[in-house]
C-alpha cells in the first residue's frame, strides 16, 4: 500500500503562484505514473497533469486549462512530485489531489486546498 501527502496548498491572488508536493511512502512497487487531478464544488474530478512511463523514460502530459502555467516534475529519490502553478486564476480554486497508479494498484492522497481570490 502506498501513502500520499500532498503540501503545498493555499490562498493566493490571481496571477500569482503555488508549488504543491505529493510525496509518496510505503509499498512502492513498479510505478506506472503519477499525476495531479482537482476537484472544485459541484464539479466532477479532473486530470490535471501527469508523468507517465512511457518505455524506460516518463512523459508529462497537461489538462488544455494549465497548459503553459503549470509544470509537474518529480523526484525520484524522495519518490515526490512536484506540482509548480502559476499565473493562478480564480478557477484554478479547487482542492487537489496527488494519484499514484503503480503494480498494486491506485492510492490517493488527501487533497490540499487552493484558493485563488483576491
Known amino acids: 500500500q502506498v501513502q500520499l501527502v500532498e503540501s503545498g496548498g493555499g490562498l493566493v491572488q490571481p496571477g500569482g503562484s503555488l508549488r504543491l508536493s505529493c510525496a509518496a511512502s510505503?509499498?512502492?512497487?513498479?510505478?506506472?505514473?503519477m499525476g495531479w487531478y482537482r476537484q472544485a464544488p459541484g464539479k466532477e474530478r479532473e486530470l490535471v497533469a501527469g508523468?507517465?512511463?512511457?518505455?524506460?523514460?516518463?512523459?508529462?502530459n497537461y489538462a488544455d486549462f494549465v497548459k503553459g502555467r503549470f509544470t509537474i516534475s518529480r523526484d525520484n529519490a524522495r519518490n515526490t512530485i512536484y506540482l509548480q502553478m502559476n499565473s493562478l486564476k480564480t478557477e484554478d480554486t479547487a482542492v487537489y489531489y496527488c494519484?499514484?497508479?503503480?503494480?498494486?494498484?491506485?492510492?490517493w492522497g488527501q487533497g490540499t486546498q487552493v484558493t485563488v481570490s483576491s
Open positions: 508523468i507517465i512511463r512511457g518505455g524506460s523514460d516518463f512523459v508529462t
Open positions: 494519484k499514484f497508479v503503480g503494480l498494486g494498484g491506485d492510492s
Open positions: 510505503g509499498t512502492i512497487s513498479s510505478i506506472y505514473g
